[in-house]
């Protein structure tokens, strides 16, 4: 089956920092553009960063913006989501998704309904 396996979340204060991953099982990152989502527990799943092919172009939700880096590393089958000065607010399930077709939104950044291959997701929690 393929769908991305998210690792890296767990419990940091505010003003911590922590790095997702999201490896890429049974197919390949290449050509493929990636979004990270989060999801809190009542509302609709969040895209907050993405990383477009093949021009790897980044977009990021103005929340995240200058706190979030995405990548995806050239030769690996695996996106990361480096996360800095954490807040409470960033607490959530966060998921990554590919897509052949990006579209960036004007009052949402990406359209979850585009992307596929979703994991099990990887837990944050941002709280002293």
């Known amino acids: 089956q393929s769908q991305f396996v998210e690792s890296g979340g767990g419990l940091v204060q505010p003003g911590g920092s922590l790095t997702l991953s999201c490896y890429a099982s049974g197919f390949r990152l290449d050509g493929l553009s990636i979004g990270w989502f989060r999801q809190v527990p009542g509302k609709d799943r969040e895209g907050i960063a993405c990383?477009?092919?093949?021009?790897?172009?980044?977009y990021y939700t103005e929340s995240v913006k200058g706190r979030f880096t995405i990548s995806k590393p050239r030769g690996q089958n695996t996106a990361f989501l480096q996360m800095n000065d954490l807040k409470p607010e960033d607490t959530g399930t966060y998921y990554c998704?590919?897509?052949?077709?990006?579209?960036?939104?004007?009052?949402?950044?990406?359209?979850?309904?585009?992307?596929?291959?979703w994991g099990q997701g990887t837990q944050v929690t941002v709280s002293s």
């Open positions: 998704g590919a897509t052949v077709r990006l579209r960036i939104g004007v009052q949402r950044l990406l359209y979850p309904a585009d992307f596929g291959s």
């Open positions: 990383i477009a092919s093949p021009d790897e172009t980044t």
